[in-house]
DNA sequence: TCGGCGTGTTGAAACGTCTTAGCCGAGGAA
DNA sequence: TTCCTCGGCTAAGACGTTTCAACACGCCGA
């Protein structure tokens, strides 16, 4: 039995366990001549190294293909360089504006985000609500299904720090962040008082969603503030802020006798705007001068619809920006005190109601 | 000195370093009143351990509120249970789809997925990379901006799997999901010569970008096949995939002379669709009538636009399942072989080629 | 010559989990 | 009764990194 044989099985077995032959700090070390500590210095404290024996560290790492065990790191470190933001639903353009903004601020601080998608699923917003509290990172962000969610409560108890996006919480454990819808509904239906109108829809739903309601009340307020009757306003409810809800509204709305048919409509979302749009005009009515339209997030399809839409605009990267930014001041100040910030929504108007003027 | 103060002094130093209080294995072993290994057994192989033991272990981890820390498991373990999809875009509706498909495959393998965005940028792609492979994630989906990075490169013999979606790589490194976009411009073009068309216009750019160039040539296969000269093919270059360039085509199309302005246009995505759609339109062009328009992608507002979209499809959330299955089977199955998987795209046809027949 | 200082480097201990070999005791076969 | 088996549990390393007290060395001032 030759040494070769002797070696080949050990070898054998380590390949197939571990697939990933990569060089750690012990190699490094031994390869450059140094110590482990030594080489741990070169990663996380160059400046006490001298630079002879730095450089010596530096070129084994880049021969060995050197690649860091964050596990390992983390293990010892006990910290994460890592956020997340759990998201409602990454296909709404709305949160992905939001997640840029979060993205802009951690990388200021130096941090990463991961990005999950919770899909409008409560399942699948607990699993990863459990896994990142498992992989201990920095702290979540997140815009919840269920807010009474115990887990969510839970979390800030345990160390894991959580911000709650595009909602106000009443509640003492987390920072939240959110928009005052009640004032984005008064500005649109100001707007359109303003310009004269006076029966005016709203549509959106299903009015289980808090965004839903706020909307519409501050659309009542606005009625109210002008002295006009609540009965000036038509409420339509649909069963989802979707681009086919908004044309089934656009069908009911375009049905009505013309002297009770509203001049003017409010849309929860842009989504509802954009279908109430297109079977609006599909269906012979001018926008805005049989029907102006007003949305509801200014998304960017909105500037690009085939009558750009009046939109009331959420500052959504600064949402983001500012949530994460909380985020951080709570992992890192000893003193951080919980907030809620509340920021103020803006009308952009557009042809959908003032035309081409 | 009272034991009291023996104590309270490394009590506050932990407190201090340790913010999280989490109870370990070991502290539930201790309430439980059994060892180390048979909580861990409880954790990973309860069936091995007998039910009267297993319901006290349970029981003190609820009790204590332990969390699992994975950093510690994935460390001794070897392998993490969490695959990424580092997007290009994530605001673009096309890979917020695609990331949809790989979500639905990983569930169904019981892995988690982080999403992260690399936004174009080739620095954060980079640094992503780095992250990725630091954290030893079990595989990387990747739309790369930089096909040949040699970071791209030396991932997978490193030991992390690497597929790329949405790219054709003539490598043997990475298996690679794709569609066929020269196909797709075929498509798009002889719908366009069998509805009688004869001068037509192809809409994109930057001609830096492979799907760009793809889709093109294969615009002019479909002439070439069709017997016409290419000078039938009006080539108007864009400086991005926006719906403010389509707007810019849209005037430079609507200001073409009568007798040399092409009937039709297949732009080579939707935005610029929708753009050059929008700006026609408000230039007093009837849509499909004095100009059709074909796009790509056919994403979620193409069909919301106000005349409703004629475009190619791509089978997004399938591109995106099949890429995560790919992962999985190399990640997991030793005589993986790496593959090149090509899809056909489907031409979905609307108003805004055939009217409202 | 000596103590003291600062700069660079070392070695060992820890982080929290999983794994493996082995231990114990009960029950069955001889 | 003795021996063996087997299920259930324990104890003792790993895993790869960071940290920290200790150390070696050259230098200065006394």
């Known amino acids: 039995m030759s040494v070769d044989d002797a070696e080949a099985l050990p070898e054998r077995r380590r390949r197939r366990t571990d697939k990933r032959h990569t060089a750690g700090v012990k190699a490094v070390a031994a390869a450059a001549g140094v110590s482990l500590g030594t080489v741990s210095n070169v990663l996380n404290r160059p400046e006490v190294v001298s630079p002879l024996t730095r450089a010596k560290v530096e070129a084994a790492m880049a021969a060995l293909g050197f690649v860091r065990n964050e596990s390992a790191r983390q293990l010892r470190a006990g910290s994460s360089r890592i956020i997340a933001y759990l998201m409602l639903d990454a296909g709404n353009p709305f949160f992905t504006d ?3 903004g979060v993205e802009e601020a951690a990388q ?34 997140i815009t919840p299904i269920d807010q009474n969610s115990s887990r969510l409560r839970k979390l800030p108890s345990r160390g894991t720090p959580v911000v709650v996006v595009d909602r106000a919480l009443d509640d003492t454990e987390h920072c939240s962040v959110a928009v005052n819808d009640v004032l984005g509904g008064e500005l649109a239906i100001s707007h359109l008082l303003e ?15 808090g965004q ?29 802020l979707t681009v086919a809800e908004g044309r089934g509204a656009g069908q009911r709305l375009a049905g009505l006798p013309v002297d009770r048919r509203p001049t003017a409509a409010f849309c929860a979302n842009d989504l509802l705007a954009l279908g109430l749009l297109q079977q609006c005009v599909s269906l012979g009515l001018r926008v805005p001068e049989d029907l102006a339209i ?25 949402l983001g920006r500012t949530a994460a930014e909380l985020l951080l001041d709570e992992s ?24 081409t003027g």
């Open 98 to 100: 939001v997640a840029k």
């Open 294 to 318: 007003v949305g509801y997030d200014d998304i960017e399809y909105a500037e690009a619809a085939a009558v750009p839409l009046t939109s009331v605009r959420q500052p959504r990267q600064l």
């Open 332 to 355: 890192s100040n000893p003193d951080h005190e919980h907030q809620r910030v509340i920021f103020t929504p803006e009308l952009v108007v557009r042809t959908s109601t003032r035309g």
């Open 108 to 141: 200021a601080a130096g941090l990463s985000v991961f990005l999950c998608n919770s899909n409008e699923d409560v399942d699948r917003e607990a699993d990863y609500l459990d896994l990142l509290e498992q992989q201990r990172v920095q702290g979540i962000l």
């Open 212 to 240: 839903v309601l706020d909307r519409r009340d501050g659309a009542r307020n606005a009625l109210h503030k002008a002295e006009r009757p609540a009965t000036d306003l038509i409420e339509l409810t649909t069963g989802a």
């Open 195 to 209: 310009l004269g109108h006076r029966l005016i829809a709203y549509v959106g739903g299903p009015n289980t969603i």
